[in-house]
């Protein structure tokens, strides 16, 4: 089973970060495998595994639902590493869908169970998740506490790849804040560590932004070697939205260098590969560039044209984010209305257990009260019967005794009788004496 499980679970990023192993297989084999196990703890595993995957495809409705399925059963089976595992879930939810406070109550429910459990991996993990909350918050103080909490603990880890990532996560902080230096520095601190773990991927996005800090500060050798090494990096690994993301920041950056026939080429090839991953946001990136192209080079039919797409591609953005969020109004709401519906049966089955545990109460005082007053009825017949044996006692002691002063006064009499007769016979003579003397 744990064989199979974690089979399921393996899957391969392509460098945008878009799945190229079908997610709907993944979440339909995980799927099938929580209908055929047995398992309590395994059950709780493959929905916090689905809840995953749904989001990742940005199911956010369903991964709620099962994420909070999954930490209902979690509880009850007291699985801590579950309970915390279902909590971080629904905090990435929480905070995908906006709901900041939601997700930061989430990821310190998460926090407190792993740091119950030492998981400083985990906690270091939450903490990063955490910072990048605060940062959508613009709440940059708590944002970068949190993400130093977390390089310091991946340092005590010698987690090189987590060290990396909590570093670029505080240099994004510091170019946004337009501390460029201080940008730049972190950014070839987290360089370096994604190279000694061999972070391909990583590197890419290190180099893509070195080259960012080097552009905005005008130095451009510096920029366009660095954008190279990222373009060279994400075509190796076929990272394709990369790719795309890369030829956008050349145009632009050839654009600035008023080199139009260069940046004309790199906006093509970004759209070219843009279109052949059907990557809309990319391409909505991509026809506003060239739409300031043309403008510069005053082709304003080219300007137009591309200004039509770029519309064209942000109203099908718009509705695509408006469409999925009714679908996840209309999930939420039918999953509220379950759980109301779960609530209200529970909340009938509460009142008949507390009913039925009422009466029990009741039927067991009626048996303890029985018992007692049974046990002082037993009370008082014991001590009537005591009282009763010690009179018969006493009074038999008190016949004993007077039959005892009854035999003395008969044997008083008695000798006295005895007394009496031996006086008379020493008194009178005897009968023969009598008779000799009546013959004389």
């Not at 180099?207 to 552009?215: G, L, M």
């Not at 080199?259 to 052949?276: G, L, Y």
């Not at 080219?302 to 209309?330: C, H, M, P």
């Not at 006295?416 to 023969?432: D, G, T």
Request: with cysteine; aromatic share 10%; proline share 0%.
């Amino acid at each position: 089973m744990k064989k199979i499980y974690l089979l399921i679970l393996f899957f391969i990023f392509s460098g945008n970060g878009h799945l190229i192993f079908c997610q709907g297989n993944v979440i339909d084999s995980l799927s099938h495998l929580l209908q055929k196990t047995k398992s309590d703890s395994e059950q709780v595993k493959l929905l916090n595994s689905i809840c995953w995957q749904q989001f990742i495809l940005e199911d956010y409705a369903n991964a709620k639902m099962n994420g909070n399925e999954a930490l209902k059963r979690a509880r009850t089976l007291n699985l801590s590493k579950e309970v915390a595992r279902s909590y971080s879930y629904l905090g990435s939810i929480a905070s995908r869908e906006g709901n900041y406070q939601e997700a930061i109550a989430d990821y310190f429910s998460s926090l407190k169970i792993r740091e119950k459990m030492n998981d400083r991996k985990g906690v270091a993990g939450i903490y990063n998740n955490m910072g990048m909350v605060y940062e959508s918050q613009n709440n940059l103080k708590d944002a970068l506490q949190s993400f130093r909490s977390a390089v310091s603990i991946f340092d005590s880890l010698k987690d090189k790849k987590g060290i990396g990532n909590g570093l670029l996560n505080i240099a994004n902080i510091y170019n946004d804040q337009n501390l460029l230096d201080s940008a730049l520095k972190l950014y070839e601190q987290a360089l370096n560590y994604r190279t000694e773990s061999d972070d391909a991927r990583g590197m890419a996005t290190c180099y893509n932004d070195i080259a960012v800090v080097y552009d905005r500060l005008d130095k451009n050798d510096k920029a366009l070697e660095y954008y190279n090494k990222a373009l060279q990096i994400r075509q190796e690994i076929e990272d394709d939205y990369g790719v795309a993301t890369v030829y956008v920041n050349l145009s632009e950056f050839y654009m600035k260098l008023n080199e139009m026939n260069k940046a004309k080429i790199m906006i093509d090839d970004a759209i070219r590969v843009s279109e052949e991953i059907q990557s809309k946001d990319e391409l909505l990136d991509c026809y506003e560039t060239l739409y300031h192209l043309d403008s510069i080079c005053g082709d304003f039919k080219g300007a137009y044209s591309s200004y039509k797409e770029y519309i064209t591609y942000r109203d099908s953005l718009i509705n695509e984010q408006n469409t999925k969020k009714i679908v996840q109004q209309q999930m939420q709401y039918g999953f509220d209305k379950k759980t109301s519906a779960d609530s209200i049966k529970n909340s009938e089955q509460k009142k008949h257990d507390d009913l039925k545990h009422k009466q029990e109460i009741q039927q067991q005082k009626i048996y303890t009260y029985g018992g007692a007053l049974g046990f002082a009825l037993m009370l008082v017949v014991a001590v009537v019967s005591l009282r009763a044996f010690r009179n018969k006692q006493k009074a038999n002691e008190i016949i004993s005794a007077q039959k005892l002063l009854v035999e003395e006064k008969q044997k008083e009499i008695l000798d006295s009788i005895h007394y009496a007769k031996r006086i008379q016979n020493a008194l009178l003579p005897n009968e023969k004496y009598i008779r000799n003397s009546l013959d004389r």
